[in-house]
Nanobody, 121 residues
Framework: QVQLVESGGGLVQPGGSLRLSCAASGSIFKIYVTSWYRQAPGQRREWVAAITPGGNTNYAGAVKGRFTISREKFENTTYLQMNELKPEDTAVYYC???????????????WGQGTQVTVSS
């Protein structure tokens, strides 16, 4: 089995920072692209950022320049450093990873349970 667990969410004032973590565990052979998504109340889930195994990154326009995605390869952990947070960043943040399990040849897409980020004064 493979599991993704997010952590690091919380309540922060506008302009503050948070660092989210996404730890992958289980029978993992290889991790391809890891992404962060978020879903605000009453809205669809939206893509935030992604990182490839080689370290290439990409960001949604709304967070570019404020958020940084990174990956600790040997720990199978992906991070999302969020700076200059705004009230509109309030959402449940989800981690997604393309993972090939041991003994398999193709990847499956896995999701974490989500972590709440609230930006409010």
């Amino acid at each position: 089995q493979v599991q993704l667990v997010e952590s690091g969410g919380g309540l922060v004032q506008p302009g503050g920072s948070l660092r989210l973590s996404c730890a992958a565990s289980g029978s993992i052979f290889k991790i391809y692209v890891t992404s962060w998504y978020r879903q605000a109340p009453g809205q669809r889930r939206e893509w935030v950022a992604a990182i490839t195994p080689g370290g290439n990154t990409n960001y949604a326009g709304a967070v570019k320049g404020r958020f940084t995605i990174s990956r600790e390869k040997f720990e199978n952990t992906t991070y999302l450093q969020m700076n200059e947070l705004k009230p509109e960043d309030t959402a449940v943040y989800y981690c997604n990873a393309q993972i090939v399990r041991v003994g398999e040849r193709v990847y499956d897409s896995y999701w974490g349970q989500g972590t709440q980020v609230t930006v409010s004064s």
